[in-house]
Structures are given as structure tokens and as C-alpha cells.
């Protein structure tokens, strides 16, 4: 292939685990893929190891105290990467000339300028960043239909539907149904939950995960805030998104047709397919994946989650029709129990109870605008660090 047919790709939130995997694809293609710009958030010695190895155009950390040390790790190493720094120069690199496939790998709200920067400027949007669209999922669809930017989702279960949804008829669907692995602690009643330690939390049974999203699988929030990624990718109420307990994982997600028929998409638990998918669409590549054996599988189970046991989904399944402000309240507010569970700060079912008053506390309200949103998140923000702080003083580990 000529170079100029090589796709450049830009990878945000590089240094973490869907970044690797993404740059795991990236790698196994140099004559299609070229890694041109590397973000990441405040590993400066991550994010060098990996400008050495893939030689990117350009580097990007978020944190301004670190950008001295990735200015000068760059010129000790010899390359010609540029270092930047902040939100804005992240925005206009994602923007610019320099890339025309985004990989949005960055976790939390924070993901949201450049992912809504990469759907405004009509890139090819492979969206890990699920909560961007949590946050503000009609911006951001409405940005990538005005500019013809392509979203490929790489959370598993919608790179699941996309791609049952783009091997047959997109119209008849009756419903989706995701499923879910269920999470380290799938069976447990809330007694035991209450013990749960973050070591517990963040180590799941079936993916290996950055630690947010291991968190929020245990607590089953993973789920409610994919039904809300799914009601905006694929433009479907919420009556029509189910969600079913699968502990295999090798099941990602069904699209069921009004005529009976229902279509899955099966694999092993490993991102680098959906993100090959992304990096590939339409054509198949290599994703260093290995296939199904299903007879080595064994059993494939399905059950009904356990709302009483993991309220989270029912929360964001909630906030979800309460529509507005509400799901930026949900992300924001599960974003700062989360941390605060990680630090040892509160218990794990402080989880959902921090998230339920702050959706209570905070009321869904209209939220036409991006600064609507950006201020029910300051608030929502402000509300549960409040309420961790009264409860929880910092330095005094929940039991
Ligand atoms: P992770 O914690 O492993 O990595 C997060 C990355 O974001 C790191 O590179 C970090 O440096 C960067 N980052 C954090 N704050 C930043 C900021 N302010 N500016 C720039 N970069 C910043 O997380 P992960 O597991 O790779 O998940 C990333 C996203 O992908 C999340 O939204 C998650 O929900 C989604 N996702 C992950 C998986 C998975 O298998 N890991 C699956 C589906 C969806
Ligand atoms: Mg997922």
C-alpha cells in the first residue's frame, strides 16, 4: 500500500488498557496503521516508553506539571515527537490534520472535549469513552451527523450490535439485549457486599480492565451507563435495550428482529477485536485475537440481574428517563464514589446509595446546551465530594 493510504490514528488515553490494546492492533499493521498522536493523562514515563516505541508526530499530557519531563524524555530519546500540553492543544491535535481515525480511550468525563472535538471535525470516532456519551450522547451524535464523522463503538457489547446491525437489515430490530459478565461478585447479597475491598473490586473475572470501569462492572453501574451508550448509538428507547447476565463473556451482545430472528456476536473477552473492527471497518484484519472453540467453552448461561443486590443499573436506567441533566448527575456523581471507594474512603455500597441522593438532591432538568450539562456535572461533582467529606473524613479508611 502507498503511505498515503496509511489511516493515522490518534490514541487518547494511550497509556491505559484500551490504549495497549489499541496499540497492540496498531502495531501488527505498520503498512495500514500509524500510531500519529499519543495522549495520556499523567504518566509521563508510560507515555515516553510508548513515543519510543511507536514514534508518533506528536505526544499529549494532560497534567501541565509533567510536560517538562515528556518535552525533555522526548529529546534525550532522539525523537522528533512533539510534546504538548492541555485540553486545547488535545482538542486541536484531534482536530487537525494529523490524524483521521480518534481512538477515545480516555476514562470519565474527562474524554468528553475530544471526543466531542474528534465527532465535530469528521473524524472515524472509535468510541471506548462510553462516559462522553453518558454526559452528553446527543451532542455528540448530533456533532458526528453535521460533520459525517463515523462512530464505531469499541465497548464490547456495542461493537457487538454494530457489527450484527451492519451484516444485516439495521431496520426491524425489535430489540438489543447486552450482556453482561456480571462482575466479581455476581451472586453475592448486600451483607457480603458491604466488606467488598477495592483490591476485590477491580480484579474481574473475565476482563482485564483499567480501574474505573472494573469498579463500575462490579457494581453493575458498567451496565446501566452501556444502556444509555447503546439508546444513543443506536437511537433505541430504553424499553427496547435488555440487559442479561452471561458470566462466560464470550457472548457480547443480540439484536432480535421483529420476525423471531436474533443475531449475536460471539468472542473471546479481549478488546483488540472490537478495536480491529474499529481500525479495520469495513474490512476484517487481524486483531491477534485467536477464534472460538466453542466445545472447549463448554456452557454458555444466561440469568436475570440482580437489581435488589447491584441498584446501580437501576439508577441509570432511571436517569435514563428522567432524560436532562439527570445522566450527567448518574456519571458525575458514580465517577466521584468511585474514587472515593478506591481511596478507601467509603464502603462499596456507598456506591449506589451516593449516587441515588445525588440524583435525588439534583433533579433532572432541561439540558439543551453543552454548558448545562458541564454545570449539572460540576454540581453533582460538588454534591458527592460534600457528602464524602462529612461522612468519610480523608485519612479515615471506611471499615
Ligand atoms: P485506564 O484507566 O486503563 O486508562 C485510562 C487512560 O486515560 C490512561 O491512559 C490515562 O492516562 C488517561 N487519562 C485519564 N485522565 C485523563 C485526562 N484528564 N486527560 C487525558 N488522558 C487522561 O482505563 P481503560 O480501562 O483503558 O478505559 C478507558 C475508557 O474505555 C473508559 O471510558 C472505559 O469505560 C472504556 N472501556 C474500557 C474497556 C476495557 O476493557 N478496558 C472496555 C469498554 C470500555
Ligand atoms: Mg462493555
Redesign the pocket.
Known sequence: QPVADIRQVAV??????????ALDVIARHPRRLRASVL?????VD??LELCISHRPDHA????PAAYPALRDGLRAAGLDTQAHTG?QA?EALVAGTGCDTVV?????A??LG?TLAAAHAGKRLLL?????LVLAGELVIAAARASGAEIVP???EHSAVFQCLRSCQAEGVSRIMLTASGGPFRGWDRTRLAQVTPAQAVAHPK????????V?SATLM?KG?EVIEAHHLFGLPAGRIGVLVHPQSLVHALVEYVDGSTLAQLGLPD?RT?LAVGLGWPERIDSGVGGLDLLAQGRLEFEAPDLAAFPCLRLAQEAMAAGGTAPAVLNAANEEAVSAFLQGRMGFLGIPALVEDALAALPAAPAGSLEALLAADADARRFARQRIDTMHPAGIPAA
Do not use: H
Open positions: 487518547l488515553g494511550a497509556t491505559g488498557s484500551i490504549g495497549a490494546s495522549a495520556a493523562g499523567g504518566n508510560a507515555l499529549v499530557i494532560a497534567d485540553d488535545l477515545a480511550a480516555i476514562v470519565g474527562a474524554g475530544s471506548a469513552n462510553k462516559e462522553s469499541v465497548d464490547s476482563w482485564s480492565m483499567g480501574p474505573k470501569i472494573s463500575d458498567n451507563l478488546m472490537a
